[in-house]
């Protein structure tokens, strides 16, 4: 089983940065493939980012501005998020898999409890 807790998430004007920073309690996280899904008010949760143990791939929305990346511990996962729109505003999760390449949120079997990120225009 393992378990992720999310932090790092607040308030920002637009324009600013948040990092978002996801712990993970496996000691082989770094076997998994990790994710960050967002969920904006009234909407479905949608892929952010997804990290594996060789490559990166992002959301259109957010290409170019957000970066995920692992922590040297191997046991964090984190989101930098760069020039932030007031669109961004959504409940923040972390998710992980065993492996593979996917996006939709149903793909993952680990989920952290999720962290508001609010971006005011």
């Known amino acids: 089983q393992v378990q992720l807790v999310e932090s790092g998430g607040g308030l920002v004007q637009a324009g600013g940065s948040l990092k978002l920073s996801c712990a993970a309690s496996?000691?082989?996280?770094?076997?998994?493939?990790m994710g960050w899904f967002r969920q904006p008010p009234g909407k479905e949760r949608e892929f952010v980012a997804r990290i594996t143990s060789s490559n990166t791939y992002y959301a259109e929305s957010v290409k170019g501005r957000f970066t995920i990346s692992r922590g040297n511990a191997k046991n964090t996962v984190y989101l930098q998020m760069n020039s932030l729109k007031p669109e961004d505003t959504a409940v923040y999760y972390c998710?992980?898999?065993?492996?593979?390449?996917?996006?939709?949120?149903?793909?993952?079997?680990?989920w952290g409890q999720g962290i508001q990120v609010t971006v005011s225009s």
């Open positions: 998710a992980a898999r065993r492996s593979g390449v996917y996006t939709a949120p149903i793909e993952f079997d680990y």
């Open positions: 496996k000691y082989t996280f770094n076997l998994y493939t």
